[in-house]
Nanobody, 126 residues
Framework: QVQLVESGGGLVQAGGSLRLSCAASGRTYSRYHMGWFRQAPGKGREFVAAISGSGGITNYARSVKGRFTISRDNAKNTVYLQMNSLKPEDTGVYYC???????????????????WGQGTQVTVSS
């Protein structure tokens, strides 16, 4: 069983920055691929970024590439999402998720992640 707890959301003006954190339980955390997703009101869950267990491979949605950075600290069982140059369209609930399967590739599909946090709200004002 894996438990995920996000933090760091809030209200920020366009052009500002936020850093989200996701603390995970689990003795084999460093083997999990981790992902960040977001969901705007009335829309489906959207892939944002993912990182491999070792942290050596990352993947980003086209809409956030160059502005967001995903990273992890396996000693702290924590994954981060640094968000810079925020835009109003980045508004939504942000979720972290864990893919504990043995697949080698990073997936962008929400259904492939087995565990999810409760989400943290990010609101970007114009």
């Amino acid at each position: 069983q894996v438990q995920l707890v996000e933090s760091g959301g809030g209200l920020v003006q366009a052009g500002g920055s936020l850093r989200l954190s996701c603390a995970a339980s689990g003795r084999t955390y460093s083997r999990y691929h981790m992902g960040w997703f977001r969901q705007a009101p009335g829309k489906g869950r959207e892939f944002v970024a993912a990182i491999s267990g070792s942290g050596g491979i990352t993947n980003y949605a086209r809409s956030v590439k160059g502005r967001f950075t995903i990273s992890r600290d396996n000693a702290k069982n924590t994954v981060y999402l640094q968000m810079n140059s925020l835009k109003p369209e980045d508004t939504g609930v942000y979720y972290c998720a864990a893919d504990t399967s043995p697949r080698m590739i990073l997936t962008t599909i929400p259904a492939m992640y087995e565990y999810w946090g409760q989400g943290t709200q990010v609101t970007v004002s114009s």
